[in-house]
């Protein structure tokens, strides 16, 4: 069996808070929402259905502590998640903190104008916040 190995195109955009049962839970670097994701470590996995039942609920399980964390930690009027797939093939679930007068309010978020990145410590600040909300010590 081979080792996990992250999409390059994720590993570009994103940034590893730290590994859940399943998942790895990284930041997107684009400061305009809070935006996490979650990746399943398991190779040549593309659709929520070629996960193990097994594996399917640990998702399920670990997407709602990863909502609620950041909802807590946001104060977001509303949770999106979403799965698309379409530029990068390989699974990964999506969960973005959305509010009233944030940018494309109430739009999706994905194809609205250009990313801005975070400046490192920002990153870091909020990457720590997440970490100690979901993997407390």
């Not at 195109?9 to 590994?19: E, F, K, P, V």
């Not at 998942?23 to 040549?44: A, S, T």
């Not at 990964?92 to 739009?107: E, F, T």
Request: charged share 20%; glycine share 8%.
């Amino acid at each position: 069996m081979r080792a996990f190995e992250l999409d390059p195109r994720l590993a570009s955009d994103t940034t590893m808070i730290g590994r859940l049962g399943l998942c790895e839970l990284r930041l997107m670097n684009d400061r305009r929402w809070p935006w996490l994701l979650l990746v399943p470590q398991r190779d040549g996995v593309t659709e929520f259905h070629d996960l193990t039942p097994l594996d399917q609920t640990m998702l399920t399980f670990e997407t709602g502590l990863v909502s609620k964390a950041l909802k807590n930690l946001t104060g977001a009027a509303k949770i999106n998640i979403g799965a698309l797939g379409n530029i990068v093939p390989m699974f990964h679930l999506h969960i973005v903190a959305r509010s009233d007068g944030d940018p494309n309010w109430p739009g999706p978020v994905w194809g609205y104008g250009t990313a801005e990145t975070y400046e490192a410590a920002a990153a870091d600040r909020f990457a720590a916040d997440i970490r100690q909300a979901v993997l407390p010590a």
